[in-house]
């Protein structure tokens, strides 16, 4: 089963625009992490949230997490064409793996 | 190595085969999981190995998948009578710990005809 919902499954943008997705979950959570796939392979991880943190930035990246509203938000600013992938966000529920939502698949054009 | 391989990358098997799929992990990583992931889906968890032993195996979907991790550091995936629905990338991850951020191999993609 899938724990997590990603939102919207598809979103197409501009070069140098913003890009926004999110992610419900239904069960509490140790940590919530999003990844990015390239081609259907390989999942490449991106960044980790622990429970008791609320904003967390890499790079051109930055997640929020709401634990009172079971929810997370992952924002890519000044997109590249190289941003197109899909990404999926990931939960750590306390039993060591994780559940991965759906996904959203991300077009960014030149 | 450097990250974690999978063993072939593809692999077209006939209804009724048996295959085994094949993961090395980063070394020194004791955490290691396998994930199946469909078309359009996310990845739906396996088995995870903690060192040698299956610590939680309840993704496997029926008693014809089998995995197993000998030595603590590679890891074989077995399937035994394979079904067209078996059909979908197989990936394998490893973390220095479990909890923490997963490194995830390329994926086995397996085709059952």
């Known amino acids: 089963s899938q724990q997590g919902e990603e939102d919207p499954q598809a979103l197409s943008i501009q070069e140098g625009e913003n890009a926004t997705m999110n992610c419900s979950y239904k069960?509490?959570?140790?940590?919530l992490q999003w990844y990015r796939q390239n081609s259907g392979r390989g999942l490449v991880h991106l960044i980790l949230?622990?429970?008791?943190?609320r904003e967390k930035h890499s790079g051109r990246l930055r997640v929020t997490l709401d634990t009172s509203k079971n929810s997370s938000s992952l924002l890519i600013t000044a997109s590249r064409a190289a941003d197109t992938a899909s990404y999926f966000c990931?939960?750590?529920?306390?039993?060591?793996?994780?559940?991965f939502g759906k996904g959203t698949m991300l077009l960014v054009s030149p | 190595g450097a990250g974690v391989s999978q063993t072939p990358s593809n692999k077209v098997t006939e209804k009724g085969k048996y295959v085994e799929l094949r993961c090395d992990p980063i070394s020194g990583h004791t955490a290691l999981y396998w994930y199946r992931q469909s078309l359009g889906q996310g990845p739906e968890f396996l088995i995870y190995?903690?060192?040698?032993?299956?610590?939680?195996d309840s993704g496997l979907p029926n008693d014809r998948f089998f995995a197993v991790r000998p030595e603590g550091s590679v890891s074989t995936l077995k399937i035994q009578r394979t079904e067209r629905g078996d059909s979908a990338v197989y990936l394998c991850a490893s973390s220095v710990t479990a909890g923490g951020g997963y490194t995830f191999g390329s994926g086995t993609r397996l085709t059952v005809v």
């Open positions: 190995f903690q060192g040698t032993g299956a610590a939680d």
């Open positions: 069960t509490s959570i140790n940590n």
């Open positions: 990931a939960t750590d529920a306390g039993y060591s793996t994780l559940t």
């Open positions: 949230i622990r429970s008791n943190e």
